[in-house]
């Protein structure tokens, strides 16, 4: 699995981050998480507002930082159609 967080590296990124690590340990995943602070890239993905979440190309969420419950859902997922 291939996460990418977008953003320039504010506040609410570093908890992005935090919380994917926190996950991904919780539900014994292993995963390629990634920074992407470029914004043409983060453009690129379509993305106007961060921190956003990409799951293997795919943009999960942007301009929030999710609950842990929606967070594991997603990652859950994920993982069941990886």
Known sequence: MDIKILGPGCANC???????F?????LNADANVSK??????????????????????????SGVVPSKAKMTEIITEAINRG
């Open 14 to 20: 570093s908890s992005l981050e935090k919380l994917v």
């Open 22 to 26: 926190n996950v991904l340990a919780e």
């Open 36 to 61: 992407v602070t470029d914004f043409k890239e983060i453009a690129s993905y379509g993305v106007m507002s961060t921190p956003a979440l990409v799951i293997d190309g795919q943009v999960k969420f």
